[in-house]
Protein backbone atom coordinates (compact mmCIF):
# COMPACT_ATOMS: atom_id res chain seq x y z
CA UNK A 1 0.00 0.00 0.00
CA UNK A 2 2.76 2.36 0.79
CA UNK A 3 4.50 1.53 -2.41
CA UNK A 4 1.44 2.57 -4.37
CA UNK A 5 1.15 5.88 -2.67
CA UNK A 6 4.34 7.05 -3.15
CA UNK A 7 3.56 6.11 -6.58
CA UNK A 8 0.52 8.11 -6.52
CA UNK A 9 2.46 10.80 -4.56
CA UNK A 10 5.47 11.26 -7.22
CA UNK A 11 2.86 10.92 -10.06
CA UNK A 12 0.79 13.84 -8.71
CA UNK A 13 4.29 16.00 -7.84
CA UNK A 14 4.90 15.30 -11.70
CA UNK A 15 1.74 16.32 -13.28
CA UNK A 16 1.65 19.41 -11.56
CA UNK A 17 5.35 20.17 -12.24
CA UNK A 18 4.58 19.39 -15.79
CA UNK A 19 1.40 21.95 -15.96
CA UNK A 20 2.95 24.45 -14.01
CA UNK A 21 5.84 24.27 -17.06
CA UNK A 22 4.08 23.31 -20.22
CA UNK A 23 0.38 24.65 -19.65
CA UNK A 24 0.93 28.19 -17.66
CA UNK A 25 4.72 28.68 -19.15
CA UNK A 26 6.12 28.67 -15.88
CA UNK A 27 10.01 28.50 -16.16
CA UNK A 28 11.67 25.93 -13.89
CA UNK A 29 13.44 28.24 -11.45
CA UNK A 30 9.54 29.53 -10.51
CA UNK A 31 8.52 25.96 -9.95
CA UNK A 32 10.96 25.19 -7.86
CA UNK A 33 10.36 27.75 -5.58
CA UNK A 34 7.02 27.38 -5.64
CA UNK A 35 6.79 23.86 -4.73
CA UNK A 36 9.69 23.73 -2.60
CA UNK A 37 12.39 21.66 -4.61
CA UNK A 38 15.20 22.18 -6.50
CA UNK A 39 16.28 23.65 -10.28
CA UNK A 40 17.66 20.14 -10.81
CA UNK A 41 14.88 17.76 -9.65
CA UNK A 42 12.26 20.26 -11.34
CA UNK A 43 14.62 19.42 -14.50
CA UNK A 44 14.82 15.94 -14.06
CA UNK A 45 10.76 15.56 -13.71
CA UNK A 46 10.42 17.40 -16.92
CA UNK A 47 13.11 15.23 -18.65
CA UNK A 48 11.93 11.75 -17.52
CA UNK A 49 8.74 13.18 -18.17
CA UNK A 50 9.27 13.62 -21.80
CA UNK A 51 11.17 10.39 -22.36
CA UNK A 52 7.94 7.90 -20.48
CA UNK A 53 5.88 9.58 -22.84
CA UNK A 54 3.72 11.72 -20.31
CA UNK A 55 3.90 15.08 -22.48
CA UNK A 56 2.84 14.69 -25.69
CA UNK A 57 2.75 17.73 -28.23
CA UNK A 58 0.20 18.39 -30.82
CA UNK A 59 -0.07 21.22 -32.87
CA UNK A 60 -3.15 21.81 -35.24
CA UNK A 61 -3.27 24.09 -38.23
CA UNK A 62 -5.90 24.79 -41.11
CA UNK A 63 -2.68 24.41 -43.41
CA UNK A 64 -1.97 20.71 -42.38
CA UNK A 65 -2.99 19.37 -45.52
CA UNK A 66 0.04 21.25 -46.85
CA UNK A 67 2.47 20.14 -44.39
CA UNK A 68 1.38 16.25 -45.36
CA UNK A 69 2.47 17.60 -49.26
CA UNK A 70 5.51 18.64 -48.19
CA UNK A 71 6.20 15.37 -45.84
CA UNK A 72 4.77 13.01 -49.00
CA UNK A 73 7.59 14.98 -51.85
CA UNK A 74 10.36 14.69 -49.08
CA UNK A 75 9.40 10.96 -48.70
CA UNK A 76 10.14 10.74 -52.34
CA UNK A 77 14.02 10.55 -51.73
CA UNK A 78 14.62 13.48 -54.42
CA UNK A 79 14.41 15.91 -51.98
CA UNK A 80 15.39 17.23 -48.55
CA UNK A 81 12.82 19.78 -48.06
CA UNK A 82 10.04 21.15 -49.51
CA UNK A 83 7.53 23.94 -49.26
CA UNK A 84 3.67 24.05 -50.41
CA UNK A 85 1.92 27.23 -50.63
CA UNK A 86 -1.99 27.13 -51.19
CA UNK A 87 -2.99 27.19 -54.50
CA UNK A 88 -4.90 30.32 -54.11
CA UNK A 89 -6.22 31.37 -57.75
CA UNK A 90 -5.40 29.58 -61.14
CA UNK A 91 -4.32 32.52 -62.76
CA UNK A 92 -0.40 31.52 -62.97
CA UNK A 93 0.36 35.21 -62.04
CA UNK A 94 -1.29 35.03 -58.49
CA UNK A 95 -0.42 31.16 -58.38
CA UNK A 96 3.44 32.27 -58.75
CA UNK A 97 3.12 35.63 -56.73
CA UNK A 98 2.03 33.56 -54.11
CA UNK A 99 5.16 30.88 -54.10
CA UNK A 100 7.50 33.67 -54.35
CA UNK A 101 6.18 34.94 -51.15
CA UNK A 102 6.79 31.38 -49.55
CA UNK A 103 9.97 31.02 -50.90
CA UNK A 104 11.21 34.65 -50.18
CA UNK A 105 10.09 34.07 -46.38
CA UNK A 106 12.11 30.97 -46.62
CA UNK A 107 15.16 32.75 -48.06
CA UNK A 108 15.01 35.62 -45.41
CA UNK A 109 15.22 32.83 -42.37
CA UNK A 110 17.53 30.81 -43.97
CA UNK A 111 20.48 32.97 -45.44
CA UNK A 112 23.21 34.08 -43.00
CA UNK A 113 25.87 36.56 -42.98
CA UNK A 114 28.76 35.43 -45.18
CA UNK A 115 26.32 33.33 -47.78
CA UNK A 116 27.33 33.64 -51.56
CA UNK A 117 23.84 33.06 -53.20
CA UNK A 118 23.99 32.19 -56.92
CA UNK A 119 20.38 32.80 -58.89
CA UNK A 120 19.49 32.37 -62.49
CA UNK A 121 16.68 33.76 -64.37
CA UNK A 122 13.20 33.72 -64.67
CA UNK A 123 9.75 34.80 -63.35
CA UNK A 124 10.12 32.67 -60.60
CA UNK A 125 13.18 34.41 -59.07
CA UNK A 126 11.63 37.67 -60.19
CA UNK A 127 8.58 36.59 -58.60
CA UNK A 128 10.61 35.80 -55.16
CA UNK A 129 12.75 39.25 -55.21
CA UNK A 130 9.62 41.14 -55.73
CA UNK A 131 8.47 39.69 -52.68
CA UNK A 132 11.49 39.64 -50.71
CA UNK A 133 11.56 41.98 -47.24
CA UNK A 134 14.36 40.88 -44.44
CA UNK A 135 14.06 42.61 -40.96
CA UNK A 136 17.80 43.09 -40.80
CA UNK A 137 20.35 43.26 -43.18
CA UNK A 138 21.94 40.08 -44.33
CA UNK A 139 25.58 40.28 -45.75
CA UNK A 140 25.65 38.03 -49.03
CA UNK A 141 27.17 38.03 -52.12
CA UNK A 142 24.55 37.56 -54.44
CA UNK A 143 25.52 35.55 -58.17
CA UNK A 144 24.83 35.13 -61.40
CA UNK A 145 24.95 31.53 -62.35
CA UNK A 146 23.92 32.41 -66.11
CA UNK A 147 24.62 34.84 -68.76
CA UNK A 148 21.60 37.19 -69.74
CA UNK A 149 19.35 37.91 -72.37
CA UNK A 150 17.96 41.31 -72.47
CA UNK A 151 14.64 42.12 -73.34
CA UNK A 152 12.58 41.34 -70.21
CA UNK A 153 12.91 42.03 -66.61
CA UNK A 154 12.73 38.27 -65.82
CA UNK A 155 15.30 36.90 -68.53
CA UNK A 156 18.02 39.69 -67.31
CA UNK A 157 19.86 38.10 -64.14
CA UNK A 158 21.65 40.49 -63.41
CA UNK A 159 19.19 42.87 -63.00
CA UNK A 160 17.66 40.71 -60.74
CA UNK A 161 20.37 39.74 -58.80
CA UNK A 162 20.85 43.82 -58.32
CA UNK A 163 17.56 43.68 -57.30
CA UNK A 164 18.07 40.67 -54.93
CA UNK A 165 20.88 41.90 -53.39
CA UNK A 166 19.73 45.51 -52.26
CA UNK A 167 16.42 44.01 -51.11
CA UNK A 168 18.84 42.02 -48.65
CA UNK A 169 21.19 44.53 -47.63
CA UNK A 170 23.96 42.49 -49.63
CA UNK A 171 25.95 43.21 -52.35
CA UNK A 172 26.25 41.93 -56.07
CA UNK A 173 28.41 40.78 -58.76
CA UNK A 174 27.20 41.33 -62.30
CA UNK A 175 28.15 38.29 -65.07
CA UNK A 176 28.28 40.67 -68.52
CA UNK A 177 28.00 38.03 -71.24
CA UNK A 178 24.99 36.93 -73.25
CA UNK A 179 23.51 33.76 -72.07
CA UNK A 180 23.66 32.26 -75.65
CA UNK A 181 26.98 32.71 -77.37
CA UNK A 182 27.11 32.73 -81.39
CA UNK A 183 28.83 29.94 -81.79
CA UNK A 184 30.33 26.93 -79.45
CA UNK A 185 33.81 28.13 -80.20
CA UNK A 186 32.94 31.91 -79.12
CA UNK A 187 31.49 30.18 -75.57
CA UNK A 188 34.74 29.07 -74.94
CA UNK A 189 36.34 31.91 -75.68
CA UNK A 190 33.38 33.70 -73.13
CA UNK A 191 33.39 31.44 -70.78
CA UNK A 192 37.68 31.73 -70.03
CA UNK A 193 37.48 35.73 -69.84
CA UNK A 194 38.92 36.45 -66.36
CA UNK A 195 36.25 38.58 -65.58
CA UNK A 196 33.10 36.26 -66.52
CA UNK A 197 35.49 33.45 -65.30
CA UNK A 198 35.76 34.71 -61.60
CA UNK A 199 32.05 35.72 -61.53
CA UNK A 200 30.90 31.70 -62.68
CA UNK A 201 33.87 30.62 -59.93
CA UNK A 202 32.46 32.13 -57.39
CA UNK A 203 29.15 30.66 -58.24
CA UNK A 204 30.64 27.23 -58.22
CA UNK A 205 31.37 28.13 -54.28
CA UNK A 206 27.71 29.22 -53.45
CA UNK A 207 26.39 28.28 -50.13
CA UNK A 208 22.83 29.03 -51.56
CA UNK A 209 21.09 28.96 -54.91
CA UNK A 210 17.59 29.86 -56.07
CA UNK A 211 16.46 29.00 -59.76
CA UNK A 212 13.72 28.51 -61.49
CA UNK A 213 12.56 25.53 -63.64
CA UNK A 214 11.09 26.14 -67.18
CA UNK A 215 8.79 24.64 -69.51
CA UNK A 216 9.58 23.67 -72.88
CA UNK A 217 6.28 22.75 -73.47
CA UNK A 218 3.88 25.96 -74.21
CA UNK A 219 4.43 28.68 -77.01
CA UNK A 220 4.69 31.23 -74.13
CA UNK A 221 7.55 29.44 -72.18
CA UNK A 222 10.08 31.27 -70.88
CA UNK A 223 12.66 29.44 -72.80
CA UNK A 224 11.63 30.63 -75.73
CA UNK A 225 12.18 34.71 -74.23
CA UNK A 226 15.81 33.47 -74.16
CA UNK A 227 16.14 31.68 -77.34
CA UNK A 228 13.67 32.50 -80.37
CA UNK A 229 13.15 28.74 -81.49
CA UNK A 230 11.80 28.43 -84.82
CA UNK A 231 8.44 25.98 -85.00
CA UNK A 232 10.11 22.92 -86.63
CA UNK A 233 12.69 23.35 -83.73
CA UNK A 234 9.99 23.55 -80.75
CA UNK A 235 7.92 20.60 -82.23
CA UNK A 236 10.82 18.36 -82.31
CA UNK A 237 12.00 18.81 -78.50
CA UNK A 238 9.17 16.88 -76.96
CA UNK A 239 9.91 14.12 -79.43
CA UNK A 240 13.81 14.18 -78.78
CA UNK A 241 12.56 13.37 -74.78
CA UNK A 242 13.45 17.01 -73.54
CA UNK A 243 10.92 18.32 -71.06
CA UNK A 244 12.37 21.14 -69.43
CA UNK A 245 14.76 23.92 -68.89
CA UNK A 246 16.66 23.98 -66.07
CA UNK A 247 20.10 27.34 -65.47
CA UNK A 248 19.27 27.54 -69.68
CA UNK A 249 20.11 23.93 -70.48
CA UNK A 250 17.19 21.53 -72.35
CA UNK A 251 17.10 18.50 -69.81
CA UNK A 252 15.43 14.95 -70.76
CA UNK A 253 12.41 13.72 -68.84
CA UNK A 254 14.81 11.16 -66.76
CA UNK A 255 17.13 14.06 -65.92
CA UNK A 256 20.25 14.02 -67.79
CA UNK A 257 21.28 17.53 -69.71
CA UNK A 258 20.06 17.20 -73.52
CA UNK A 259 22.93 16.79 -76.36
CA UNK A 260 20.99 19.53 -77.69
CA UNK A 261 23.12 21.93 -79.83
CA UNK A 262 22.06 25.24 -78.63
CA UNK A 263 23.56 23.30 -74.98
CA UNK A 264 26.30 24.02 -76.24
CA UNK A 265 26.69 27.24 -76.55
CA UNK A 266 25.23 28.31 -73.05
CA UNK A 267 27.49 30.77 -71.16
CA UNK A 268 26.20 29.60 -67.39
CA UNK A 269 27.28 26.88 -65.24
CA UNK A 270 25.81 23.51 -65.64
CA UNK A 271 23.40 22.09 -63.49
CA UNK A 272 25.72 18.93 -62.11
CA UNK A 273 27.60 22.11 -61.19
CA UNK A 274 25.63 23.11 -57.66
CA UNK A 275 24.65 19.84 -57.31
CA UNK A 276 27.74 20.78 -54.40
CA UNK A 277 25.91 24.10 -52.87
CA UNK A 278 23.72 22.06 -49.93
CA UNK A 279 20.99 24.83 -50.36
CA UNK A 280 19.51 24.20 -53.96
CA UNK A 281 16.04 25.95 -53.30
CA UNK A 282 13.97 25.41 -56.96
CA UNK A 283 10.27 27.72 -57.44
CA UNK A 284 7.59 26.44 -59.93
CA UNK A 285 4.26 26.20 -60.20
CA UNK A 286 1.64 25.73 -62.71
CA UNK A 287 0.38 22.46 -64.31
CA UNK A 288 2.90 22.92 -67.18
CA UNK A 289 5.64 22.69 -64.79
CA UNK A 290 4.97 19.51 -63.39
CA UNK A 291 6.98 17.01 -65.89
CA UNK A 292 9.96 19.47 -66.06
CA UNK A 293 9.87 19.82 -62.27
CA UNK A 294 9.97 15.68 -62.58
CA UNK A 295 12.90 15.88 -64.65
CA UNK A 296 14.69 18.11 -62.81
CA UNK A 297 14.37 15.61 -59.55
CA UNK A 298 15.72 12.80 -61.17
CA UNK A 299 18.57 14.72 -61.99
CA UNK A 300 18.86 15.34 -58.32
CA UNK A 301 19.80 19.14 -59.18
CA UNK A 302 17.68 20.58 -56.03
CA UNK A 303 17.43 19.94 -52.38
CA UNK A 304 14.29 22.22 -51.63
CA UNK A 305 11.14 22.85 -53.73
CA UNK A 306 8.84 25.50 -53.16
CA UNK A 307 5.98 24.96 -55.27
CA UNK A 308 2.22 25.37 -54.68
CA UNK A 309 -0.81 22.92 -53.38
CA UNK A 310 -2.40 22.00 -56.83
CA UNK A 311 1.20 21.64 -58.44
CA UNK A 312 2.67 19.28 -55.37
CA UNK A 313 -0.41 17.33 -56.22
CA UNK A 314 -0.72 16.78 -59.57
CA UNK A 315 3.26 16.00 -59.21
CA UNK A 316 2.82 12.81 -56.68
CA UNK A 317 -0.13 11.71 -58.33
CA UNK A 318 1.93 10.92 -61.64
CA UNK A 319 4.96 10.11 -58.77
CA UNK A 320 2.54 7.35 -58.00
CA UNK A 321 1.53 6.17 -61.11
CA UNK A 322 5.54 5.57 -62.17
CA UNK A 323 5.95 3.04 -59.25
Known amino acids: MNELNDDFTSMRQKHAVLV ?23 NRIIAQARRSGMVKISIET ?23 SPTVSDNDGTRLAQVGQAAAAHLAETLRDGDILGISGGKAVAAVVDAL ?8 QVVPL ?6 KFHTDVN ?16 LHAPLFAERAEQRE ?10 VLDLGRRATACLVGIGSISQPGSSYFDLHPLSAPDRAMLPGLGVMAEFLGHLVHDRGQVANFALNQRLVALRPDEIRACGRVVAVAAGEDKVGP ?31
Not at 159 to 174: C, K, P, Y
Open 189 to 198: MLMNMAAVKE
Open 20 to 42: RHFIEGRRQAEIAEEMNLSTSRV
Open 146 to 151: TGGVQG
Open 159 to 174: NLASRMAERLGGRSLQ
Open 62 to 84: PFQRLMDLERQLVSTGLLQGAIV
Open 133 to 140: VVERPIDV
Open 293 to 323: VQSVLRGGYISTLVTDEETAGRILTTKGQEA
